[in-house]
């Protein structure tokens, strides 16, 4: 029989904003990663560890992985965003935060320098796409147009002479980890008291 533990027991939410920029730095990565070579080793199959020794495939996989962790931490920013407006009384104070937030986790990822104009491109995108979100009502991870997606497509090292018809799939396993970033954030922090945090005067 399963008991329930005690009130007392339980790990209470975090209202902690690092804790909380932490979580989606994962999350940005995890959501690029976690799709391109899932869909990747499962399209090659028994051939998926031999072309990890092929250096013509490896480079472009890199390529892949890095362009789209760029445009999925962007992605995740936004979600943060939308999941926090609606606990937020002034929901403009919620973008230079999470922008913030966002910008950190690129910074410190190790972007290869052939990529490092492009991520100087997406730090520089996330206010203004931010602030055009605010725009329109929240989306919740089911809805919010996600720009990884056009990123993923472009850059798989998978002809797309050989994946067609498996579009839906692809963007399917993206939007799945994308629901499944902000569940983690419904488990694991407070909504209120963080986009009260955010909005707080630096001391």
Not at 111 to 123: C, M, S
Not at 141 to 167: D, F, M, Q
Request: net charge neutral; charged share 20%.
């Amino acid at each position: 029989m399963i008991v329930a533990l005690p009130r007392l027991f339980r790990r209470g939410k975090s209202a902690d904003p690092a804790a909380f920029g932490t979580s989606l730095a994962r999350r940005g990565a995890h959501l690029a990663q976690k799709t391109v070579l899932d869909y990747c080793a499962v399209k090659l199959g028994v051939n998926w560890h031999a072309a990890l020794s092929d250096p013509a495939f490896t480079r472009l996989l890199a390529v892949c992985r890095w362009r789209t962790y760029l445009a999925a931490q962007a992605d995740v920013a936004a979600m943060a965003e939308a999941w926090l407006r609606p606990h937020a009384s002034v929901p403009a104070s919620l973008i230079g935060p999470i922008a913030a937030l966002a910008e950190l986790a690129i910074r410190t990822a190790g972007v290869p320098e052939q990529h490092r104009a492009e991520a100087e491109a997406a730090i520089e995108a996330l206010p203004g796409r931010l602030a055009r979100l605010q725009l329109g009502p929240p989306h919740r991870s089911t809805e919010l147009p996600l720009e990884s997606a056009a990123v993923l497509l472009e850059t798989l090292p998978i002809h797309p002479e050989l994946r067609k018809g498996e579009t839906g799939s692809i963007l399917g396993a993206l939007r799945m980890h994308l629901v499944s970033a902000e569940q983690d954030l419904e488990r694991g922090f407070d909504p209120a008291p963080l986009a009260a945090a955010f909005a707080a005067p630096l001391p």
